[in-house]
Structure formats: C-alpha cells, structure tokens
C-alpha cells in the first residue's frame, strides 16, 4: 500500500523524460561545439561515411 495520497500521471512521468533527453543532447552538443566540433570519415568498398561537426 502507498503511503503517498497522490501519483504522478504516467504521461507526465514520459514527457519529463523526453525533456531531460532533449536538454542532454542540447547541453552535449554545446561541449561539442566549444571544444571545436569533430570529423569522422571512412569507406569500405563503395560505402562513403563522412561525418563533420563544428
């Protein structure tokens, strides 16, 4: 039994979280930002995979 009177709605619960995922990839996208971004580049037969961010 809970001791609590009230609960928390499971799509308030849901939304928080997608609030918290969203300022996370905000605040790792500033990191990367100020520390001048990053390059990925490679190939593997025909397949071409570049990646750049600044």
Do not use: C, D, K, Q
């Not at 995922?21 to 593997?44: E, K, R």
């Amino acid at each position: 039994m809970s001791t609590s009177r009230w609960t928390i709605p499971g799509f308030l619960l849901w939304l928080f979280w997608v609030l918290v995922a969203i300022i996370l990839v905000l605040v790792v996208a500033l990191l990367i930002h100020h520390f001048g971004g990053f390059g990925l580049s490679f190939h593997v037969g025909y397949f071409n995979f570049n990646l750049g961010v600044s």
